[in-house]
């Protein structure tokens, strides 16, 4: 069975850290592109970052860029969001994505 788990969120004040995980099982997880997205109450989801297959290519949204970092290691079938100088505005249900499914989404919330 297909499944991808987040974890690694929380309440992190404004300009802290946090790295976001994202185990994957049930599919060849080095075959595949991963993405993370976030979305807030009431707003559509956006997306975040993706990562290429063999972590060769990333990209960020506008956003995010110069502060968050993707990474994966396919031997642990993980991918990673480093999340760094956080703001406010950061604060989301935040997701990742591949082979077409969604994990259960984790909170990070950003406040003072």
């Known amino acids: 069975q297909l499944q991808l788990v987040e974890s690694g969120g929380g309440l992190v004040q404004p300009g802290g850290s946090l790295r976001l995980s994202c185990a994957a099982s049930g599919f060849t997880f080095s075959n595949y592109a991963m993405r993370w997205y976030r979305q807030v109450p009431g707003k559509g989801r956006e997306w975040v970052a993706t990562?290429?297959?063999?972590?060769?290519?990333?990209n960020y949204a506008d956003s995010v860029k110069g502060r968050f970092t993707v990474s994966r290691d396919n031997a642990k079938n993980t991918v990673y969001l480093q999340m760094s100088n956080l703001r406010v505005e950061d604060t989301a249900l935040y997701y990742c994505?591949?082979?077409?499914?969604w994990g259960q989404g984790i909170q990070v919330t950003v406040s003072s």
């Open positions: 990562i290429d297959s063999v972590g060769g290519y990333t």
């Open positions: 994505y591949g082979n077409a499914y």
